[in-house]
């Protein structure tokens, strides 16, 4: 929990001194008008200003949301490798174990944390939760997760959860790659439309603009 309070300190922090950064390139932009310079100077400065202090933040987000989008990929392998583990006798901690070893890209760190903690002697509930605060960013591995949980305490077969979870999940992964494939062939249409649109205007143009001027001519020959 101490390490994702930090976490969610410093995210804050990041959000506070972008915040309090902000004013300065208009500061900059007037104190340079006030010395002489052009408006046309003044108002790069504080453009170029801005865009620097709201990039490393634009650009930090931008980076944790494709380490958690990575991660949700991965998530339903490691539930799978989870469920064949425990399938052949492994207990979790050991599962847990023998899948730290393995490439699951951005979520192998957190994997590995998660056999530290548990190396430390921890709890699995614990671990398993402070690996879950972890991921906490992402709504779908954060509910995967509670359902592991509340079926470890339950004594259910944790196996058969593991195992129904990673098949819930690649299904939702697919559904949701489905769904933006379709979603970019609707956007992709509708921009095609928008350009055959302007140019149908523009030929329309083109071509009544002359018309329309001959006509003008004709009508102010006759008067």
Known sequence: MGGINIKKLMQNKRLFWTAVAFPFPFLLGL???LLGASSTTSIALVSIGAILV???SVLISFFEYREIKDAEDKFPHFLSDLAQSASSGMTL???IEVA???DY???TKYIKQLNIWLSWKLTFPKA???FTVQLK???LISRINTIILEAFHSGGDIKKTLGSLS???TLIKEMESERKSIMRQQIIIMYVIFFVFIAVVIALYKILSPILYIQQIGAFSGV
């Open 31 to 33: 104190i340079a008008f």
């Open 54 to 56: 709201i990039l490393p």
């Open 93 to 95: 901690t050991q599962a």
């Open 100 to 102: 730290s070893k393995s």
């Open 105 to 107: 890209g951005k979520l």
């Open 128 to 130: 398993w939760g402070k």
């Open 137 to 139: 960013r992402s709504v």
């Open 167 to 169: 098949e819930n999940v």
